[in-house]
């Protein structure tokens, strides 16, 4: 175990345990919310590297800060351990759901391996780049348990189809996990991190192979609203027509959208988040597609992924006991894929949107529950653009929808 | 308002329909249709599988795809099998197009078998896969047929164009053995391999020259339609080569030029079950037509440099029989200007006469030359005794050389006279510049029937390096001929006598050259029976 560092504790509460150990494999968490960015780093990444041999960390920042100072620091600290990491809409640490704040996550001991990829200028070529980055799968191989991190600017294009790149590279024995990269809703660009680097429109991956079983739940917990609609036409992650009229119309009416968000783009959104569109599967929960803006103009919807056209959707609604007893449930199927393991530590990407539906005190209650699944082990995540998470069949991103990924 | 059926597979289809029509190539239409396949039915991995290799796959480690498994997966009728990486799965499979060997398998983790509502969606998808797929190949077929006729409009050289069609049969069919084959000219009961694509050397020695009606390449020559053979190896009329090394499946489309059939295109597979389907026999038809078009174009081309050729050798024929008397010509009265006073007389009287002389040439060439350009032209027909016509023909000959009227009949036939006066006034003409020293010329003339026959006869032989249709072709001079000429004095009596539906022979033997010029005609029998024309 490193020495503490009591300096640090100003900024962790004492409920907290922000480090897990089992012998071979230990899993730290540091927070901290200083206002420097190198101070920031350095608080977080020492409180996270609570072990010997340190394999990787994973960083979640708000962008408010100097994300190169902030990565100095924490590479500084951690003696250049490969690291990735992105901004965030808001960040989860074990103690609860923070804003302007970084979140280091610290995976070591020997039973861990872990390999690093990044991808640069990726918007226009998602898919190659999704493969790309999953090439570090190989370097896993050896490991039992294995899984493929994937932190994506989620405003480069379809989700989607990095998640089918990478897929077509790790096929369906290694689960997909992560989240699309957030900018604190600005919605203007979003930044990843890798080893020194920050990089905006890139993909960063980390393949984790451990000894031991690795769990990934995913549920979002919105409910239909109303009669289906056809997707009458769409293209390019919009939708400009639902049963042959202009979504936005359809949407704004059918929904009964308050007056501010019919010509306000910043209410819009703020609307949207809590309404997004459901597409039908074949069983379980439908898709859910976060609308992320509207144009005024040719009054279509702007996605953070494809909706197809010809595909069959329902307008959305959550409330806070729909959204955390979904919660509840992506825990539980986490911990399940355990097989009775402790978890050494939970991952939480969460989407925006449910913080829009529980409002502040909800996801101190959400995250407070994530923590009660974790029965003690250190939580760390972050509020996202959009989840990754493939464990069954070949779709792998999701919206408005939590993903937890357990470590033991 | 739509009021949408909430049905579950309905609108897998219609989703589908809608991603899988947006793709630009068969490759990722495959792989982007096993996905989507794959997503809609939450199965872990997917694949086709076409004549026993796997086209396109989904939920495999990259370098990873079981392909021998899929394979026997594609062949089986198993529900549950273990996937690699996936553990227990229960399997559809389900054929691309009736009748075809190409499969689209999914698989699931679990048990739980796929539904019967699961299974028509699966159809139904692979049925829009299968028109997709056609859709892309007709659009690469006209890529290519276009690529084509560019080379073929750009006069790309014929080899280039013949090799190109060969490789895009192959390319388009994905088969391995392309060729075209050309009836030998040498030879009508053969055929040659012009053009291959996938054969090699060994190969391609043992079916170089095969039998016309041999192979499917032989077939389509005689039948003169697209044949198939199927079952290759045991084929009564296959080409031995090919079944040495155990060729399964060919087929072969007709090749013509100018409307004559004139060799096949032919595409063949050594894999077993390849089956040549509705579109592939229309690409091959269509790819065919393009070697017609091709090797009739290269034929007008081909005539087209040789008229330029000819054109080009007229012209330093001409500039040079036009040149060297003007030049004498220029020569004479430049001379008579300047010294004509202090010549001796009978000096500028040789001057003068050679400038005539030659004067008489240039008129000569330029009444040939009008003469070539008129030759379709046939004159009215009129009576006239053929004794008449001969003797009229020779005068002016006769005191150039001795010509010997052997024969002339006093018979009354009607005729173009002007024609057949002016090709046996170029006959007379060649035998006279033809006959070494002084040698006699001799003319018979011969009515059989309604046909006049007239001989015109010289000692010597005809030039060894023209053979008897070439001395009718413009231009055409034996190498060792001296006399000055340009060569188009046999080409216009040629014409002329084709204008009166006439014809002219010639024959060497015995020392002596014998042009004959056989025209019809009618005698006063057949005038009386029939009056003439107006």
Not at chain 1, 122 to 144: F, H, I, K, T, Y
Not at chain 1, 165 to 176: M, N, R
Not at chain 1, 313 to 327: I, P, R
Not at chain 2, 466 to 492: E, M, T
Request: glycine fraction near 10%; charged fraction near 25%; hydrophobic fraction near 40%.
């Amino acid at each position: 175990m490193r020495r503490a560092d009591t300096e640090l504790m100003d900024h962790i509460k004492e409920s907290t345990l922000p480090v897990s150990n089992n012998g071979t494999r230990w899993m730290g968490v540091g927070h901290s919310n200083a206002q420097d960015s190198s101070t920031a780093g350095a608080e977080a990444a020492k409180e996270a590297l609570r072990g010997d041999d340190p394999k990787i960390l994973v960083v979640f920042c708000s962008d408010s800060y100097d994300l190169q100072a902030l990565a100095d620091a924490i590479n500084k600290e951690s003696g250049d351990v490969p690291l990735i990491g992105c901004s965030t809409a808001g960040e989860i640490a074990t103690n609860g759901p923070a804003q302007t704040s970084v979140v280091v996550t610290a995976l070591g001991g020997s039973g861990f391996s872990v390999s690093t990829r990044a991808a640069m200028e990726v918007s226009s070529r998602l898919r190659e780049a999704g493969a790309e980055v999953a090439e570090c799968l190989e370097d896993v191989n050896e490991r039992p348990h294995r899984v493929l991190m994937l932190l994506t600017d989620g405003l480069a294009g379809d989700q989607q189809e990095i998640v089918r790149g990478a897929y077509g590279v790790v096929g369906a024995e290694v689960p997909l996990v992560g989240g699309c990269a957030g900018d604190d809703l600005k919605m203007k660009s979003t930044r990843q991190l890798w080893g020194n680097r920050v990089l905006g429109d890139a993909i960063v991956a980390a393949a984790i192979g451990s000894h031991a079983p690795i769990g990934i739940g995913v549920r979002h917990g919105w409910m239909k609203v109303g009669e289906p609609m056809l997707v009458t036409k769409s293209g390019n992650n919009r939708v400009y027509s639902l049963d042959d009229q202009p979504a936005l119309d359809v949407y704004l009416e059918r929904l009964d959208a308050p007056k501010e968000a019919r010509t306000d783009p910043v209410a819009f959104t703020n609307f949207a988040l809590t309404h997004p569109l459901g597409l039908s599967g074949r069983s379980g929960e439908p898709h859910v597609r976060f609308i992320g803006e509207a144009n005024f103009e040719d009054r279509s919807l702007g996605c953070i992924a494809e909706v197809p056209q010809s595909a069959l959707v329902w307008f959305m609604e959550g409330d806070e006991q729909s959204v955390l007893h979904a919660t509840d449930a992506a825990c539980a199927e986490a911990l399940e894929s355990l097989h009775g393991q402790q978890p050494l530590g939970m991952f939480a990407f969460d989407c925006i949107a449910r913080r829009g539906v529980l409002g502040d005190p909800g996801i101190t209650r959400e995250i407070e529950r994530v923590a009660g699944h974790a029965a003690g082990a250190p939580v760390a995540g972050f509020y996202t653009y959009g989840e990754i998470a493939r464990t069954h069949g070949i779709s792998g991103f999701h919206n408005q929808t939590l993903v937890v990924l357990a470590v033991s | 308002m739509v009021t949408p059926s909430t049905d579950w597979s309905t609108h897998q289809l219609a989703e589908f329909l809608a991603a899988v029509s947006s793709f630009k190539d068969e490759p990722s239409a495959s792989r982007g249709a096993i996905e989507r396949a794959a997503e809609a039915f939450e199965a872990e991995v997917g694949a086709i599988v076409r004549d026993g290799s796997v086209v396109a796959s989904v939920g495999f480690p990259a370098r990873r795809v079981p392909a021998d498994r899929l394979v026997s997966l594609a062949e089986g009728v198993r529900q549950n099998t273990m996937i690699p990486g996936v553990g227990v799965c229960s399997v559809i499979v389900v054929p691309i197009e009736d009748g075809q060997p190409a499969k689209l398998i999914l698989a699931r983790a679990g048990e739980s078998d796929f539904t019967v509502q699961e299974r028509n969606l699966l159809r139904g998808m692979a049925r829009v896969l299968a028109l997709t797929l056609t859709m892309l190949e007709r659009q690469r077929l006209l890529d290519r047929l276009s690529r084509i006729q560019r080379s073929i409009s750009h006069r790309a050289p014929l080899q280039e164009v013949l090799d190109s069609i060969t490789a895009g049969a192959s390319e388009l069919m994905g088969v391995e053995v392309a060729g075209l084959r050309v009836v030998d000219p040498a030879d009508p009961a053969y055929s040659l391999i012009v053009s291959t694509s996938g054969v090699s050397d060994e190969v391609l020695e043992s079916i170089r020259r095969t039998p016309i009606g041999e192979g499917a390449g032989g077939r389509a020559i005689v039948e003169e339609g697209l044949v198939i053979i199927d079952s290759y190896e045991t084929a009564s009329d296959a080409v031995p080569g090919f079944v040495a090394h155990h060729l399964q499946v060919a087929m072969a489309a007709p090749v013509y030029e100018n409307g004559v059939v004139a060799g096949s295109l032919v595409v063949a597979s050594y894999k077993q079950d390849r089956r040549f389907n509705e579109s592939e026999q229309e690409a091959l038809l269509a790819l065919a037509e393009h070697a017609s078009l091709a090797l009739t174009d290269a034929k007008t081309v081909d005539a087209m440099r040789e008229a330029q050729h000819s054109k080009d050798m007229f012209l330093a024929m001409v500039s040079h029989e036009l040149k060297t008397p003007l030049t004498v010509m220029m020569g004479a009265l430049r001379t008579l200007q300047v010294h004509g006073a202090d010549l001796p007389e009978e000096l500028s009287n040789e001057m003068l006469e050679a400038g005539w002389k030659r004067g008489k040439e240039l008129e000569r060439l330029i009444d040939r030359l009008l003469q070539g350009a008129r030759a379709e032209l046939a004159g009215a027909e009129e009576e006239v005794l053929v004794v008449d016509l001969i003797t009229e023909a020779v005068r002016g000959f006769e005191h150039s050389r001795a010509v010997d009227v052997k024969d002339a009949p006093d018979v009354l036939v009607r005729m173009d006279r002007h024609a057949v006066l002016e090709v046996l006034g170029i006959l007379l003409e060649n035998a006279v510049a033809h006959s070494p020293g002084h040698g006699e010329v001799s003319v018979e003339a011969h009515v059989t029937g309604s046909e006049l026959a007239v001989c015109v006869s010289n000692p010597g032989s005809l030039p060894e390096d023209l053979d008897s249709d070439s001395l009718f072709l413009p231009f055409q001079r034996g190498s060792a001929v001296r006399s000055s000429g340009v060569g188009l004095g046999l080409y216009i009596a040629g014409r002329v006598a084709d204008s009166v539906d006439g014809r002219i022979s010639v024959e060497s033997e015995d020392g002596q050259v014998r042009f004959t010029l056989q025209v019809p005609v009618r005698t006063t029998a057949d005038v009386l029976d029939r009056p003439s024309l107006p």
